[in-house]
């Protein structure tokens, strides 16, 4: 087995150094500056920005059927691992969010059939075992009330649907761990907000799901083991939200929370197949999350299509009064495939494909393609700078986890290895340092709202994570045959835009020769979420590499080896 630690210190110290010493190389302007360099002008810019996206929205999107009424029009070499017509009565563990909602109408299923036919997998010994850390009580009890609100007409928003929570996130009377060894057995004395909104709609959790140490340690976690890939087993999910992605890989549950602080809900999402978005910084509240890197995490759903986060994003978002970066007002959210005809799509090449894998390359490409033959323009838009703002955010992440962790410097050795050589190296940032990745960041999100509004884009796709999958023995990826450390590859399309605060949706786009799936990324200005969600509604309308199955699900049978 790789020495974890000798890796991961030999990979992010260099990384580090690096970015310190070109941060350094390149400071602001001295005072008297008029630069809008301070946090306040972030918050000046996206208050702006949010008042143009509630002004600019259009009427919510009335569509003739139900999302689930309009099946993709499967390409003619469509992959027979993928099912397009999931029936939730025959086969609960391959319905999307909306399939079940719309079963559950017609009276073909209810919640409490659902949670039966899951249920035993939550407790099997299959490859995706890995994901499930403890049941929470009461689901049964809940179902049994979603069933009754069904038949009695008094159904929720999300009335019935089960859900993993990244065991980060609070959920009241259950243990939740941050994956750590350091909080031992601790029990959450409240539901954090976005479980509590869940609930309140209607959904039930059902589980915690696994995660690395406190949303940042390595993928060999020293208190549950490592998460293998549905894909396969030899593979990891991705990281941090690593339950999450393998339990909905494996159709185990239709929809999870996740958290986003460099990538962590859209690299499982990658990895495993599977759809998540990091909605824009402030959308969602934090309150009852562990913080890792306050001014970069994000709360977001996982599932399998941008039609089931819509609906989940639009119940949880909006300020819940105590976390303070949260905005009251709401925009639209919505994911209306028609609203593709006419969208203008950004298409950069440079920093985003480079070290990228050509399936990768190429499942982009062809992404664009479909965007075309739906009507969207596509535009070539590049930014600057973006490997300087890269060595920006390792600066940020690790000032905060220093800050975040250092009270438990005397129990260092409790952190599993890549944990505990990230806090090692986490105060290596000066005051100076962290403060002036502080003070680029509103110079950096001002620079990039204006290109995209120079270029008059309203969304940008990039490449998804540059390979496929890491193996677990030696924490390496392929790209083009080159092997890389996971950490040279994983962050590099995703962190930025936790830097700068811009919503991120990750989707499946296809499969690499290894058999394992690619993503792609769109992304948008603040607070324009809905348009990153209805270009991927429309692009898996026609597609369905967000319904392919992998060898070891809930739906095709176990492949553990």
Request: proline share 9%; hydrophobic share 45%.
């Given at each position: 087995m790789t020495d974890v630690a000798a890796v991961v210190r030999g990979t992010i110290a260099p990384q580090l150094d690096r970015a310190l010493a070109a941060s350094r190389a390149n400071p602001l302007p001295a005072a008297p500056s008029a630069l809008r360099a301070e946090p306040a002008h972030s918050a000046q810019l996206f208050d702006r920005l949010l008042?143009?996206?509630?002004?600019?929205?259009?009427?919510?999107?009335?569509?003739?059927?139900?999302?689930?009424?309009?099946?993709?029009?499967?390409?003619?070499?469509?992959?027979?691992?993928?099912?397009?017509?999931?029936?939730?009565?025959?086969?609960?563990?391959?319905?999307?969010?909306?399939?079940?909602?719309?079963?559950?109408?017609?009276?073909?299923?209810?919640?409490?059939?659902?949670?039966?036919?899951?249920?035993?997998?939550?407790?099997?010994?299959?490859?995706?075992?890995?994901?499930?850390?403890?049941?929470?009580?009461?689901?049964?009890?809940?179902?049994?009330?979603?069933?009754?609100?069904?038949?009695?007409?008094?159904?929720?928003?999300?009335?019935?649907?089960?859900?993993?929570?990244?065991?980060?996130?609070?959920?009241?009377?259950?243990?939740?761990?941050?994956?750590?060894?350091?909080?031992?057995?601790?029990?959450?004395?409240?539901?954090?907000?976005?479980?509590?909104?869940?609930?309140?709609?209607?959904?039930?959790?059902?589980?915690?799901?696994?995660?690395?140490?406190?949303?940042?340690?390595?993928?060999?976690?020293?208190?549950?083991?490592?998460?293998?890939?549905?894909?396969?087993?030899?593979?990891?999910?991705?990281?941090?939200?690593?339950?999450?992605?393998?339990?909905?890989?494996?159709?185990?549950?239709?929809?999870?929370?996740?958290?986003?602080?460099?990538?962590?809900?859209?690299?499982?999402?990658?990895?495993?197949?599977?759809?998540?978005?990091?909605?824009?910084?402030?959308?969602?509240?934090?309150?009852?999350?562990?913080?890792?890197?306050?001014?970069?995490?994000?709360?977001?759903?996982?599932?399998?299509?941008?039609?089931?986060?819509?609906?989940?994003?639009?119940?949880?978002?909006?300020?819940?009064?105590?976390?303070?970066?949260?905005?009251?007002?709401?925009?639209?959210?919505?994911?209306?495939?028609?609203?593709?005809?006419?969208?203008?799509?950004?298409?950069?090449?440079?920093?985003?494909?480079?070290?990228?894998?050509?399936?990768?390359?190429?499942?982009?490409?062809?992404?664009?393609?479909?965007?075309?033959?739906?009507?969207?323009?596509?535009?070539?838009i590049e930014f600057d700078d973006l490997e300087s703002i890269d060595a920006e955010c390792w600066t940020v992440f690790y000032g905060e986890l220093a800050a975040n962790q250092e009270a438990n410097a005397a129990t260092a050795d409790l952190f599993d290895a890549g944990t505990r050589v990230r806090f090692d190296v986490s105060f290596l940032p000066t005051a100076a340092d962290y403060l002036r990745a502080l003070r680029r960041r509103p110079l950096v999100q001002a620079a990039m709202v204006a290109r995209m509004d120079e270029a008059g884009v309203d969304v940008v796709l990039t490449p998804g994570i540059g390979a496929t999958a890491p193996r677990l023995d030696d924490l390496t990826m392929s790209v083009d045959g080159e092997r890389f450390n996971l950490h040279d590859v994983v962050p590099r399309n995703t962190r930025l835009f936790d830097y700068v605060g811009f919503p991120a949706l990750m989707m499946p786009a296809g499969t690499a020769p290894d058999g394992l799936p690619v993503g792609v990324q769109l992304v948008a200005r603040p607070w324009d979420d809905r348009l990153v969600l209805s270009a991927a509604a429309a692009f898996q309308r026609v597609t369905t590499h967000h319904r392919l199955v992998p060898p070891s699900s809930a739906v095709r049978g176990p492949t553990d080896q």
């Open positions: 008042g143009a996206a509630i002004d600019a929205a259009p009427t919510a999107a009335r569509p003739e059927d139900p999302p689930s009424a309009s099946r993709p029009a499967a390409d003619p070499a469509a992959d027979p691992a993928a099912d397009p017509a999931a029936d939730p009565a025959a086969d609960p563990a391959a319905a999307t969010v909306v399939e079940l909602l719309d079963a559950y109408r017609s009276g073909t299923t209810t919640p409490s059939a659902v949670l039966a036919a899951l249920a035993p997998h939550w407790t099997s010994d299959d490859v995706w075992s890995d994901a499930v850390l403890r049941l929470v009580d009461g689901a049964e009890a809940a179902a049994a009330e979603s069933t009754r609100r069904w038949a009695n007409d008094e159904a929720r928003p999300l009335e019935g649907i089960p859900f993993a929570v990244k065991d980060i996130i609070d959920v009241a009377g259950t243990i939740v761990t941050s994956g750590s060894l350091q909080t031992g057995d601790r029990v959450a004395p409240a539901d954090a907000t976005v479980v509590a909104r869940l609930r309140a709609a209607g959904a039930i959790p059902v589980f915690t799901a696994a995660t690395t140490e406190f949303a940042c340690g390595g993928p060999h976690n020293a208190r549950y083991g490592a998460v293998r890939n549905p894909w396969d087993p030899e593979r990891w999910t991705g990281g941090s939200s690593t339950g999450s992605g393998s339990a909905l890989a494996a159709r185990i549950v239709p929809l999870a929370l996740g958290s986003d602080t460099g990538g962590s809900i859209r690299v499982p999402s990658a990895l495993c197949g599977t759809t998540g978005i990091k909605p824009t910084y402030g959308l969602v509240p934090r309150t009852g999350v562990a913080s890792l890197s306050w001014t970069l995490d994000h709360v977001g759903p996982m599932a399998r299509s941008a039609e089931d986060l819509a609906l989940v994003l639009a119940v949880v978002a909006g300020s819940d009064g105590e976390d303070p970066t949260s905005f009251t007002a709401v925009p639209l959210i919505e994911a209306a495939p028609e609203r593709v005809e006419g969208l203008r799509i950004g298409v950069p090449r440079g920093w985003f494909t480079e070290r990228v894998d050509t399936a990768v390359l190429d499942a982009h490409a062809a992404t664009t393609e479909r965007f075309r033959g739906l009507g969207a323009t596509l535009v070539p």
